[in-house]
Structure formats: structure tokens, C-alpha cells
């Protein structure tokens, strides 16, 4: 009975535990629908998220593409421009090149000619070699023959005098050394017609290469310098035309077709110019670097000496390397160098160059090696000026203000033509807008003037008695000299002026011993940068 009641009781209960069931699934239920609306809104939030992330990127990839194509498009308007560039120096080199040849054949032919025509006065004179080669000349095709008549043609159309020295030839064929180097002292005036004849003049020596060894006897002499420490006029132009001598020989090496090289530099000829090498170079120790400038005419010669009787392999290339600044003025500073073989020591070169404050200097060797990229011109020449316009210390002695302030002056005048004429040179106008320089240049040199028109101006008058006693006569003033107590301010700071365009070559392949390539006419040059001045001449 108990057993039934309790059942009873259990299923009466059935129906409130259904309902509570009921009421608790239902409270899950509205449970349930508030987690996944949660759900939804935080996969709704995700998704959204993702979707800016991804128009940002997408954004971002588009602005970073056309940065690209713009690198791109500027990248290849500065190749195209580079490749014009290149081909023009191309075609200007091929240019150069047409013109040195023209100028080497109308040279030689015109010197065969002047023979010819010498030898029916003096027959003696023209030897077996020569007349071979005026049967070659008779033998040319009339218009190779045509061209060079009217080479000459325009030769005398410029009223420039051909002159012909038979005596430069005697004087090669004796063997003469000590004639030689006194008979182009003497004719200093034609020195452009005498380097044109000199290579030819040569060829008619027994041993030409022992003739120029010769002439480099006294380049160092035994008497010792004037009490002043300065090296005589007679030393320099005896130096010159050691150099000049050397420079004509290696012009004629080049032309292979009148003289065979193994012929002229035997291995005998290469031990004794070894040997005079071996003899310099201790001396070139004594030198100052910062001293000579870039314009060292012993080191030059030294390395001319090794280019010439192809020597240079016997020596260190990196203690040649360090004679590079002395020489780094000259026009034929890089051309040396490839033929050295020291084209890979270039950029060490540079920044000892850039070190010393020669920022032209290492721009020009810059451009030479084609080593602008990492020597970049633009830099180098703004802090050139800027350290030309910097105060030097003041010297023992105290200078005035106005002394110093004229020295900065004077420095950043002889900076600023040499940084035009750079600019100039190597197409750099486009980098470097000249106008600025120009003006500031404009500016000091009205600025010295007004200011050597007002010291005219100031000078005190003589009042010295007349000589018939009737009052004072003005004191005459000497208005051609410009006195000034000042030092001269090129000795660090050079004027970087020259009369021909100091161009470089750019890199060539060369090969042989003793090709040295030079032009045959440097117009008024004698082994540096400069034209020949009589004072530097014997």
C-alpha cells in the first residue's frame, strides 16, 4: 500500500519535474540564443577586420607599384641618357682619334716630303730607310695623296709655318744628345712643329733608344742648387726635354709599320733604362708631395722612363701608386697609369688626393677611371670651395686682418675658376648649376678691383719742392706695378688654368711593352700641363 502511494506520488510528480524541465530548457534555450548572437557578432567584427587589413594592404601594394614604376621609368630615362652620353664620347673619341690619325699621317708625309726635297741639295742626308719610304708615299693612291695636300692646304690657310729642321736630323743621326737637347733649347719658340719632327728624326738615329738614354744624363747633376734652394731655369727646361724626348720616342714606337719595337727596346735597352730608374728612385724619397703640387717633373719623368722602355713590371706597384699625387696635374697623369698597370690603385689614389685638399685633382682622376660612383664630383667640389674659404692660420708675425682676409680672398677667387672650369670640362652643369660660382666669382674679383681702385686713390701725394723752387710737383705714381705685401696664395691652392682642356682618356686596352700612346701634337706643351715660358728654358 506504502509501495503504491509512493508511486503514486512519484508520477503526480512527473508532471511538475516535466514542467520544471520545461521551464529550465526553455531558460537554456533563451541562453543559448544570446551565446550565438555573441558569436556571430564577434565572427561578424573578425571578418570585417579582415577585410580592412586586407583593402590596406591592397592599398599599400598599389602606392609601392607605381613608387616602382616611377624608380623604374626615372631609372631608365637615366640610362638612356647614359647610353647618349656614352655614345657621344664614343663618337667624339672616334672623332679625336680620326683627327690624331689625319694629323700622324699628314706629319709624317709632309717630314718625307721636306726630305725629299732636302735630299737633291744634300743627298747624303737621305738614307736607305727614307727612300724606301718615299717610294711608299709615291706609291699611295691619288686620294689618299689629296687629303693630305689639303691638310696642307688648310695648314696654310691658318698661317701656320712649316718649318723643316735638317739639322734635327744630323744631330739624331750622330747620336748627338748634348746637340739635341741645346738645338730644341735653342728653337723653344717652335717646340709644336719640333714634336712633330722629333719621333721622325729619331727613326733616323742608329739606336734611337740609346740616344734618349742618353739625353737623360744630367737630369740629375752633380753641381749642387743655387743658394736660394730654387731649381734653375736651366735644370727645368733640361728636365722638359728629357721628358719630351721620352714622349717622342713612345709616339714612335706606336707606329709600328716604321719601326719594330723588339727592334728599338732590346733587353740591353731595358737594363740600362732599369738601371737609371734604380738610380732615381731613392731621390724621389726627398720629395715633397704637398710641395710639388701634382706637378713633380722628377717623378713624372721616372714613371715616363718605366712607361716608355716598358720597365714598370720590375718595380712595386704599390710604391709607384704613391707617386701618383706628384704627377696628378699632368695631362698625361692617366694615361700613365693604365699603362702602369695601376688602374686598380685609382680610388686609394683619389683619397689621398681628397685628403690633401685636390678635390679637382680627384675629381679629374674620378671621371678618367670612371670611378664617379663612388667618388661622387658634386661633394668634392663644394668642399673644395668651402675649404678654400677657410681662414689659414696666421703665420708668425701676426698678419693684419685685412692680409688674411685678402689671402681668403685671393684662394677662393683661384677655387672658384678652378671649380667652373671642372664643371666645364666634365658636363657637370646639370648637377652643379654653374650661375651661383659665376656670380660669386663676379662678386670678389669687382670686389678686388674697387678695392685696388680706392688703395690708387688714397696714396698720399709727394710734396717735393719743384727744381726752379715754384711749389710742389706731384709724386709719380708707378700704377703698372701692384704692390702687394702679401704671400702668394697659388702655392696650396693652384689656379687649375690651363690652355687645353684637361681631358682623360677613358679606360683602353693596352698591349705590348712600349705602345705608349701619345698624340703627336700637344700643341705648346713640354712634358707637364703648362705651355712653355722662356724663363724655364736653357
Given at each position: ?11 503526480d ?56 614604376e ?7 630615362e ?13 663618337q ?45 708615299i ?20 691658318g698661317n701656320?709655318?712649316a ?8 744631330l ?25 719632327e722629333?719621333?721622325l ?37 733640361l ?12 709616339i ?14 732590346s733587353e740591353d ?5 732599369k ?16 710641395a ?39 695631362r ?16 686609394g ?8 685638399g ?14 664617379t ?15 678654400a674659404?677657410?681662414t689659414?692660420?696666421v ?27 671642372c ?17 660669386r ?5 669687382k ?21 726752379n ?7 709719380v705714381?708707378?700704377?703698372?706695378v ?25 679606360p ?30 736653357h
Open positions: 500500500m506504502e509501495n503504491t502511494e509512493s508511486v503514486a506520488t512519484l508520477i510528480s512527473t508532471t511538475s519535474k516535466i514542467q520544471q524541465l520545461q521551464k529550465a530548457f526553455a531558460e537554456l534555450e533563451s541562453h543559448r540564443a544570446v551565446t550565438l548572437n555573441l558569436k556571430w557578432k564577434e565572427l561578424e567584427e573578425h571578418f570585417h577586420g579582415l577585410e580592412r587589413s586586407l583593402k590596406r594592404r591592397f592599398h599599400e601594394l598599389e602606392d609601392q607599384e607605381k613608387e616602382y616611377t624608380k623604374t621609368r626615372k631609372a631608365q637615366v640610362l638612356e641618357k647614359r647610353e647618349a652620353a656614352v655614345l657621344a664620347k664614343e667624339a673619341s672616334l672623332g679625336r682619334l680620326q683627327e690624331k690619325r689625319d694629323a700622324a699621317v699628314f706629319a709624317i708625309t709632309n717630314a718625307l716630303q721636306k726630305h725629299r726635297k732636302v735630299s737633291i741639295v744634300e743627298p747624303a742626308v737621305v738614307t736607305s730607310d727614307l727612300q724606301g719610304e718615299l717610294s711608299t709615291e706609291d699611295q693612291p691619288p686620294e689618299t695623296l689629296a687629303a693630305e695636300s689639303n691638310l696642307g692646304e688648310t695648314n696654310n690657310n701656320v709655318e718649318m723643316s729642321y735638317p739639322e734635327l736630323f744630323k739624331c743621326e750622330a747620336m748627338d744628345s748634348e746637340g739635341l737637347h741645346k738645338f730644341i733649347s735653342d728653337n723653344r719658340k717652335n717646340l709644336a712643329v719640333l714634336r712633330e722629333i719621333p728624326a729619331l727613326k733616323a738615329a742608329e739606336n734611337p733608344a740609346q740616344l734618349v738614354l742618353n739625353s737623360l744624363e744630367d737630369f740629375y747633376p752633380i753641381e749642387l742648387p743655387s743658394i736660394d734652394g730654387k731649381k734653375d731655369s736651366a735644370l727645368l727646361g728636365r722638359r726635354t728629357c721628358i719630351m724626348l721620352m714622349e717622342c720616342l713612345s714612335l714606337l706606336v707606329y709600328t709599320d716604321l719601326v719594330s719595337i723588339s727592334d728599338v727596346i735597352i731595358k737594363e740600362q733604362a738601371a737609371i730608374a734604380e738610380e732615381w728612385k731613392p731621390k724621389l724619397d726627398a720629395l715633397d708631395v704637398d710639388s703640387n701634382g706637378n713633380s717633373l722628377e717623378a713624372h719623368a721616372f714613371l715616363q722612363l718605366l712607361a716608355t722602355f716598358g720597365i714598370a713590371s720590375d718595380f712595386d706597384e704599390e710604391e709607384l701608386s704613391r707617386l701618383i699625387p706628384m704627377v696628378s696635374r699632368r698625361q697623369a692617366a694615361e700613365l697609369c693604365r699603362f702602369l698597370g695601376l688602374s686598380e690603385k685609382m680610388p689614389v683619389i683619397e689621398v688626393l681628397i685628403n690633401s685636390r678635390q679637382i685633382d680627384a675629381v679629374n682622376l674620378a671621371f678618367a677611371f670612371e670611378l660612383e663612388q667618388f661622387s664630383p658634386v661633394p668634392l667640389l663644394k668642399s673644395y670651395l668651402k675649404e674659404k677657410k689659414s692660420p703665420k708668425s708675425g701676426n698678419a693684419s686682418p685685412t692680409a688674411v682676409q685678402h689671402e681668403v680672398n685671393e684662394r677662393e677667387l683661384a677655387a672658384l675658376k678652378a671649380v667652373i672650369k664643371i666645364e670640362e666634365h658636363k657637370l652643369e646639370e648637377q652643379y648649376p654653374i650661375d651661383p660660382v659665376q656670380k666669382l663676379s662678386q670678389l674679383e670686389a678686388k678691383a674697387d678695392k685696388k681702385r680706392a688703395t690708387e686713390v688714397a696714396k698720399p701725394q709727394c710734396k717735393r719742392p719743384r727744381a723752387g715754384a711749389g710742389c710737383a706731384p709724386r705714381t708707378n700704377v703698372a701692384d704692390k702687394t705685401f702679401y704671400p702668394r696664395i697659388t702655392d696650396r691652392y693652384p689656379q687649375y688654368v690651363y690652355d687645353r682642356p684637361y681631358v682623360y682618356t677613358g683602353t686596352d693596352l698591349m705590348g711593352s712600349a705602345t705608349y700612346n701619345f698624340s703627336p701634337n700637344h700643341g705648346n706643351y713640354f712634358g707637364n700641363g703648362y705651355q712653355y715660358q722662356a724663363p724655364y728654358l
